[in-house]
């Protein structure tokens, strides 16, 4: 198949949305679990299962690497590890025996840590968690194999902020369910500000890249802009809403105590529960970002606000299924 780009971890929300947007008949999907909207072009595999990545990227022009261990309360910890770091050892190395060197990486500001004032791409980086420092380790891998000959490659990093929108079934996608089902309360005084980004914009920009290679190694932050403060995306989504109701909020060490009792209760019972102490750390912080580099030569198609507005359509006012 000529020019053919391989998706790894297309079957998720990132890569559904990006594989709607592309030419279906140049692409395949690699990745652990079916796609629910493109069987026709999926291959069930793991990016650990070497022999077989090096035999699926047979005849690839472009590789486009999603898949990730990324959600907070991934057990064993050492799953981050296995699947972004050494996962993506073993795609460089199947690249390599097939002579692939254009690569789409989707990284994190995970690298950057918590509580930075708006970094961009040249800033020091300074994960917190296991996911940013697994990532970080992987940009890394990146690093090395590029540099073994660069003059023949094409390599993007992107370091999405988090990505929300139709079919999310993330953290966003949990503050949203909160918000609109009346059991939300603000913790702290919302002036923390939140870079996001919408997925039908950052597939966009991803699509941009698979078609207009970059030779070298370049790193870009995605967010859309601007950036919210939590008092601004609650309102905002109370106006789509139709709500006519104020923002209850709480002491920031009140919800820092509230996390850390969901924490023990969860361990009692062995379950992972939707409130923790780090899911409040997180909502609580600054987490902006500068993407001015990516809005040098990219228009999204969509505002941030009407990105709000058709995910809460599709999400708790029509009620899509699908």
């Known amino acids: 198949m000529k020019n053919k780009i391989v998706i790894i971890g297309g079957s998720g929300f990132i890569g559904s949305h990006l594989i709607e947007i592309l030419n279906k008949e140049n692409c395949m999907n690699f990745d652990k679990n079916q796609s ?16 077989l990545l090096e035999k699926k990227l047979k005849g690839a022009k472009t590789i486009v690497l999603l898949a990730a261990e990324h959600r907070d309360n991934v057990s064993p910890i050492s799953l981050y590890y296995d699947i972004n770091v050494d996962g993506t050892k073993n795609v460089l190395e199947a690249m390599n025996k097939n002579q692939i060197n254009h690569l789409i990486f989707t990284s994190s500001v995970a690298v950057y840590g918590l509580n930075k004032n708006n970094p961009t791409e040249e800033n020091p ?51 949203l369910k909160q918000i609109t089902s009346n059991k939300f309360v603000m913790i702290g005084n919302g002036n923390n500000k939140k870079s996001m980004a919408y997925v039908k914009n950052i597939v966009s920009y991803i699509a941009s890249k698979i078609n207009t290679p970059e030779k070298g190694l370049n790193v870009y932050n995605y967010a859309d802009k601007p950036d919210f403060s939590m008092n601004e995306l609650v309102k905002n989504i109370y106006k789509i809403m139709k709500f006519k109701r104020s923002i209850v909020k709480i002491p920031y060490i009140i919800g820092m105590s509230i996390g850390f009792c969901f924490d023990i209760l969860g361990f009692l019972i062995r379950k992972k529960l939707v409130i923790s102490s780090v899911r409040v ?15 040098d030569d990219f228009k999204p198609p969509f505002a941030l606000k009407k990105g709000l507005e058709n995910t809460l359509k599709h999400e708790f006012l029509n009620k899509n299924k699908v």
């Open 125 to 175: 980086t300074d994960p917190f968690n296991d996911y940013g420092k697994s990532k970080l380790l992987a940009e890394r891998e990146i690093e090395k194999w590029f540099n073994h000959n660069p003059t023949e490659k094409e390599v993007t990093i992107i370091r999405p902020t988090v990505v929300f929108g139709e079919r999310n079934r993330g953290n966003v996608y949990n503050l």
């Open 36 to 51: 629910p909207f493109f069987p026709e072009i999926t291959v069930i595999g793991n990016i650990l299962d070497k022999p």
């Open 281 to 295: 750390k997180k909502f609580c912080a600054t987490t902006q970002f500068d993407s001015s580099k990516v809005f």
